[in-house]
């Protein structure tokens, strides 16, 4: 069973030398990189806050909300309650929590906390 996923790709490791010794086209540095959630079994984005079974399908979908046009994976992973890491507000999904205005943020959108 692979127990790190490449964040850019999806790509799945049994370990992470192997990942990180490995090339990816995806990535910015053009190296797989981890994903610091881990395995789990569901995934969300953190733009805009569309929920995956799996990273690699979220990481291959687009996404109008983010900076790459594409899914980012949120690493603070699912959880019962999200917060925001301006204001302090807190949401019951991510969705809501990244589609409301936050006067206190840079961009004035509300952005998860880890």
């Known amino acids: 069973m692979a127990d790190f996923i490449c ?3 999806g790509m799945k490791f049994r370990d992470l030398k192997s990942l990180l010794s490995n090339s990816c086209s995806k990535s910015p540095t053009k190296r797989h990189q981890p994903f610091e959630g881990g395995v789990m079994s569901e995934y969300i984005c953190e733009y805009c806050g569309m929920k995956f079974r799996d990273l690699r ?14 899914h ?15 204001c302090g507000m807190k949401f019951r999904d991510l969705r809501n929590l990244v589609t409301n205005s936050c006067s206190k943020s840079p961009s004035k959108k509300h952005e998860p906390l880890r």
Do not use: A, D
């Open 7 to 9: 964040k850019h790709c």
């Open 57 to 70: 399908s979220l990481v291959t979908n687009s996404c109008s909300k983010s900076p790459t046009r594409n």
């Open 72 to 86: 980012v994976p949120f690493e603070g992973g699912v959880k019962s309650e999200y917060q925001c890491k301006h």
